[in-house]
């Protein structure tokens, strides 16, 4: 679970920034739109341990198809 503690200053500031355009662009109350927000941010972190640094998860390697 992501909580305000184990956040950078970077995701932070991003997660914020993420809820207060959706509570003003969207109309979504506050703590619907933090949820959102914070979400949105565990699943970047996701990504990123998956190996998908760029934002893109790796597929994962295939064994060539016999022939």
Request: a negative charge.
């Amino acid at each position: 679970m992501i909580n305000h503690k184990n956040l950078s200053s970077a995701e932070k500031e991003r997660m914020d920034e993420r809820a207060a355009i959706l509570e003003f662009d969207a109309g979504w109350p506050r703590v619907i739109a933090e949820s959102e927000a914070r979400r949105s941010l565990a699943h970047e972190r996701w990504i990123r341990e998956q190996g998908g640094e760029t934002g893109w998860m790796t597929p994962p390697r295939a064994d060539p198809l016999p022939v």
